[in-house]
């Protein structure tokens, strides 16, 4: 069963900290790996996807990832309020179109 | 670029009735979509997936009967909830697909609410 995990949370930071999220996967060869931002009530919205070992920088946000700890993160710098959501993981299956989800950590920014 | 529409936003039906829910890629040509259901506080659960002129797929535990998908043309697919019982209300989202991509772009999902 190839399975991606993610802490629940809450992770509650403070407005302009930096907020780490983590993600594990299980099938090491995922070639793929995606961040999706959801707002409650919402669907989900791309933030960024990596494909490569290292960092991936967009803005505030930058995304990590390390094939041989089956480990990706997703950094967001100089948090705001307007980032309190859930974010998803998302890891490409190998040889097929799906996408495997996290169940999500949940941010809370407060002022 | 990479919008994705859903029609309708939200529906209110009687159980027993049937309800069809559009997925529509505006400004892409989508080989794959896929069909998604979430209940409040839970994460998505991945109901289907289906290619322009195929067969969907369904995921295990899905009953492909009672959830029909078509994927008639590159830009649109449709779930039809046959016979909806209120334990099939939830939030359904679609996401579509470009050819040889992974990346998924969502629409902004259907809330269904079966009385």
């Known amino acids: 069963q190839k399975e991606v995990e993610q802490n629940s949370g809450p992770l509650s930071v403070p407005e302009g900290a930096i907020a780490s999220l983590n993600c594990t996967y299980s099938d090491r060869v995922s070639q793929s790996f995606f961040w999706y931002r959801q707002y409650s009530g919402k669907s989900p919205e791309l933030i960024m996807s990596i494909y490569s070992n290292g960092d991936k920088e967009d803005g505030r946000f930058t995304a990590q990832l390390n094939k041989a700890s089956q480990y990706v993160s997703l950094l967001i710098r100089d948090s705001q309020p307007s980032d309190s959501a859930t974010y998803l993981c998302a890891v490409g299956s190998y040889n097929t179109d799906k996408l495997i989800f996290g169940t999500g950590t949940r941010l809370q920014v407060f002022p | 670029g990479a919008v994705v529409s859903q029609h309708p936003s939200w529906v209110i039906c009687k159980s027993g009735t049937s309800v069809k829910i559009e997925c529509r890629s505006l400004?892409?040509?989508?080989?794959?979509m896929f069909w998604y259901r979430q209940f409040p506080k839970q994460s998505l659960m991945l109901m289907a997936t289906?290619?322009?002129?195929?067969?969907?797929?369904?995921e295990q535990g899905v009953e492909k009967d009672k959830f029909l998908i078509n994927h008639a043309s590159l830009t649109l697919s449709t779930l039809t909830v046959t016979s909806a019982h209120p334990e099939d209300s939830s939030f359904y989202i679609c996401s579509a697909s470009q050819t040889n991509q992974e990346t998924q772009y969502f629409g902004p999902g259907t809330r269904l609410l079966v009385l």
């Open positions: 289906s290619n322009e002129g195929s067969k969907a797929t369904y």
């Open positions: 400004d892409f040509q989508a080989t794959t």
